[in-house]
């Protein structure tokens, strides 16, 4: 079975939101920084004063790997792509795009949000935007 997420207090609530199809960013209440991994204090400055703020689901891909020999979980979706996306609110963050050829993938590639349904958890995945 592929692998499924296994949140810490910090990103439990990021996690949860995940399950019900929402995508947020973590955000600093004082200096305004937005961030990722989601964690209790700002990166930025310290504060404690962080909420989840809905993200919009757009970003672009900002590097990306094609995996040609997944391990066993993923072996039979080999050739697929990993991708490090920059969200519209700033942070980055890795999932799989998934496309029907990883041709398809390049630098700047606009993408969307979508999830993929693990068992009882949802996971965060990016299809190329114009497909939405
Ligand atoms: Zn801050």
Not at 38 to 61: D, K
Request: net charge negative; charged share 20%; glycine share 8%.
């Amino acid at each position: 079975m592929k692998p499924i997420a296994n949140p810490t207090p910090d990103t439990q609530a990021w996690f949860d939101l995940i399950d019900q199809g929402r995508l947020t960013v973590p955000r600093c209440l004082d200096c305004g920084d937005t961030f990722l991994y989601p964690r209790m204090c700002c990166p930025a400055c310290g504060s404690r004063s962080v909420e989840l703020t809905p993200a919009s689901g757009r970003g672009i891909v900002d590097s990306f790997v094609v995996n040609h020999r997944g391990p066993a979980a993923f072996a039979g979706e080999a050739p697929y792509v990993l991708a490090l996306v920059r969200l519209e609110e700033g942070p980055r963050m890795m999932a799989n795009v998934v496309v029907d050829d990883p041709a398809r993938v390049g630098v700047d590639l606009p993408v969307a949000v979508t999830f993929e349904q693990r068992g009882e958890r949802k996971v965060v995945q990016f299809v190329p935007a114009e497909v939405q």
